[in-house]
């Protein structure tokens, strides 16, 4: 899941339960108290991606029956890889229009980019109920002028439906799956694993919303020769897939056939669920090369870094520390990091990235509550022991405790683990990063202070 991604930390179903009595009916509790909902049946699906809209991103959405259920994860992996991809285009446009082909029910990818971004967009869509639906979303949302929806032929995806006075910055695309002429679909390899066979979340009795004749190689196919035809009139194409065995004959199309400047892929992980897009450009000043990861089977004589372990700070969860800013958590980050002896060292600071670096000689974050219930028991030892008449059980109890005590400060002495804690902020949401430099455990321990750190910073 993207580093950026609201949902790494998944929504707590008992509180929406609460909150929303539309929720409630789907959560079904487990002997354990846990809630949870079953994710093949759409209703539930439904009622979840709605409340989430309405609580996270202030959206009122109406989901028809019978039509895909978008789930919000997945969504906005999608978004957050197209403000990557913007970051490539220099200068950066002042307002973003992004071009949203196939969009649905209710318009998902536009309104939250709309939302969440201020991005403007021109969403096409062919079904008469997407397109009513959708247009309903963009009244009650008040976001008419944000979004232009257009009502086209399903023969064409950009031409004939674009102003061609416009330029545009990126196209988005969650194209049919699957082949209108194979029904069963691929096979999975697993008989558990519901990718890449027709989902059973999220159900969609209409055909078009999950297959295409040819399947989704034959519709890209035509998305790419399109492109060609209008080449500058948008930055950067892009496009989902859920079948990895669909890129390499779209990645060759991009090669060969329209003469693509440049181009790149990447994947999408929502839990059990894989995705994967593609990007290419006609513009020469626009190298999407740069964000492609270096094939596994290039040697090289130094391994790959491994990326920061990131955590996102939700606004609503912060909000009885008080403020909601870089410096504010960074603040609070750094007072835990007091508390557990460690040496720090500032490394940048400014209004939405603030970076230190930490220096431990001991571990001091693990195994905290069998620590204090240690502490608690020799406590409760020392009461009684103050009643015993005999000083000499308590003096051969202390030497004993010390004598164990050493070797563990031995140990501790020669244990060093240095790290990066970044707190930054990117379109008003805050992540928290850490990254393993030397020493420890190696990653584990920093994935221990992570933990430590989620389990404080949210304990009211």
């Known amino acids: 899941m993207h580093p950026r991604n609201p949902y790494q930390t998944p929504p707590n179903f008992k509180e929406l339960a609460l909150k929303y009595p539309e929720f409630r009916k789907h959560a079904k509790q487990k002997?354990?108290?846990?809630?949870?909902?079953?994710?093949?049946?759409?209703?539930?699906?439904?009622?979840?991606?709605?409340?989430l809209l309405k609580r996270d991103f202030d959206l009122v959405v109406e989901l028809p029956p019978e039509r895909l259920v978008p789930t919000l994860p997945l969504r906005l992996n999608y978004i957050l890889w197209i403000e990557d991809l913007l970051e490539l285009v220099n200068p950066k446009p002042t307002v973003?229009?992004?071009?949203?082909?196939?969009?649905?029910?209710?318009?998902?990818?536009?309104?939250?980019?709309?939302?969440?971004?201020?991005?403007?967009?021109?969403?096409?869509?062919?079904?008469?109920?997407?397109?009513?639906?959708?247009?309903?979303?963009?009244?009650?949302?008040?976001?008419?002028?944000?979004?232009?929806?257009?009502?086209?032929?399903?023969?064409?995806?950009?031409?004939?439906?674009?102003?061609?006075?416009?330029?545009?910055?990126?196209?988005?695309?969650?194209?049919?799956?699957?082949?209108?002429?194979?029904?069963?679909?691929?096979?999975?390899?697993?008989?558990?694993?519901?990718?890449?066979?027709?989902?059973?979340?999220?159900?969609s009795n209409a055909a078009s919303?999950?297959?295409?004749?040819?399947?989704?190689?034959?519709?890209?196919?035509?998305?790419?020769?399109?492109?060609?035809?209008?080449?500058?009139?948008?930055?950067?194409?892009?496009?989902?897939?859920?079948?990895?065995?669909?890129?390499?004959?779209?990645?060759?199309?991009?090669?060969?056939?329209?003469?693509?400047?440049?181009?790149?892929?990447?994947?999408?992980?929502?839990?059990?669920?894989m995705r994967w897009a593609i990007a290419w450009s006609f513009d020469q000043s626009i190298s999407l090369t740069s964000t492609q990861k270096p094939s596994k089977s290039l040697k090289s004589s130094a391994p790959l870094p491994r990326p920061p372990l990131a955590y996102t700070i939700v606004k609503e969860r912060w909000s009885h520390k008080g403020e909601y800013s870089v410096v504010v958590i960074m603040a609070k980050i750094v007072e835990h990091l007091n508390q557990l002896k460690m040496e720090i060292r500032k490394v940048s600071e400014s209004k939405t990235r603030s970076a230190v670096e930490f220096i431990a000689r001991q571990n001091t974050w693990s195994k905290q509550r069998q620590k204090r219930r240690e502490e608690m028991r020799q406590s409760k030892s020392s009461v009684l022991e103050?009643?015993?008449?005999?000083?000499?059980?308590?003096?051969?109890?202390?030497?004993?405790?010390?004598?164990?005590?050493?070797?563990?400060?031995?140990?501790?002495?020669?244990?060093?683990?240095?790290?990066l804690v970044l707190v930054e902020e990117s379109n008003t949401i805050?992540?928290?990063?850490?990254?393993?430099?030397?020493?420890?455990?190696?990653?584990?321990?920093?994935?221990?202070?992570?933990?430590?750190?989620?389990?404080h910073l949210f304990d009211k």
């Open 386 to 419: 103050d009643d015993q008449p005999e000083p000499k059980k308590m003096k051969v109890e202390s030497e004993s405790t010390d004598a164990v005590a050493k070797p563990e400060e031995q140990k501790n002495t020669v244990f060093h683990l240095k790290a």
């Open 96 to 203: 973003i229009h992004g071009i949203d082909i196939g969009t649905g029910a209710c318009s998902i990818y536009p309104i939250l980019g709309a939302k969440k971004n201020q991005w403007h967009f021109t969403a096409t869509e062919s079904d008469e109920t997407n397109y009513k639906c959708s247009q309903r979303t963009l009244e009650q949302n008040c976001l008419t002028e944000s979004i232009t929806l257009k009502r086209v032929s399903p023969e064409s995806m950009l031409v004939g439906n674009l102003d061609l006075n416009t330029q545009y910055d990126f196209t988005m695309c969650n194209p049919p799956f699957f082949d209108s002429d194979n029904n069963n679909g691929p096979k999975s390899r697993t008989s558990n694993r519901t990718e890449p066979t027709c989902p059973k979340s999220g159900g």
């Open 209 to 273: 919303e999950i297959a295409v004749k040819g399947g989704e190689v034959q519709f890209v196919q035509k998305l790419l020769q399109e492109s060609k035809d209008i080449k500058s009139a948008v930055r950067i194409y892009t496009t989902m897939l859920g079948h990895k065995s669909s890129l390499e004959p779209i990645k060759n199309m991009i090669i060969k056939d329209i003469g693509a400047a440049s181009w790149t892929k990447t994947e999408f992980c929502q839990g059990r669920t």
């Open 31 to 51: 002997l354990t108290g846990k809630i949870e909902i079953d994710f093949k049946d759409a209703d539930a699906v439904r009622a979840l991606t709605t409340v």
């Open 430 to 455: 805050i992540t928290l990063q850490i990254q393993w430099i030397e020493g420890g455990e190696g990653r584990e321990s920093t994935n221990q202070v992570l933990q430590y750190l989620k389990n």
